[in-house]
């Protein structure tokens, strides 16, 4: 998803030959600081003790502030290389990443394509039971 959504603001935008390498280095430095944490490890398959149990989330902490900081930096070198006209593109294409969801949020089954719900086409449960 966020590959695609990526591609889509790139074209949208209009990103040239001369931007690509500010935008490559915008989108890997996202990528990066969107990576799920690494759990510690455990060491010769005895569980680790409660201290470094925390040493590794510490180092995970502090390896995410790293990467959050190279993405600000990639964010401010794609700022210099915009023109205002993508600025404004880009304002309009809006967040390259939807909100987090709210606690307890599970987002809706996809819908079968030219399916509908029982009351019809556009009532509730739209695109929820197949199509016969």
């Known amino acids: 998803m966020l590959a695609a959504r990526l591609s889509a603001v790139e074209t949208f935008i209009g990103i040239s030959a001369d931007q690509l390498d500010a935008w490559r280095g915008y989108t890997n430095a996202l990528q990066s600081m969107l990576q799920p944490p690494v759990p510690p490890k455990e060491t010769a398959g005895a569980?680790?003790?409660?201290l470094e149990f925390s040493a590794g989330l510490a180092r995970e902490a502090i390896d995410r502030g790293d990467r959050a900081r190279k993405l600000v930096v990639a964010i401010e070198a794609?700022?210099?290389k915009l023109a205002p006209d993508q600025i404004e593109r880009l304002k309009q294409a809006g967040p390259i990443l939807p909100p987090p969801p709210g606690p307890g949020f599970a987002p809706p089954p996809a819908p079968f394509p030219g399916s509908f719900g029982p009351?019809?086409?556009e009532g509730p449960g739209a695109g929820l039971i197949p199509p016969p």
Do not use: I, N
């Open 78 to 80: 794609l700022r210099g």
């Open 47 to 50: 569980p680790s003790d409660a």
């Open 119 to 121: 009351k019809g086409p």
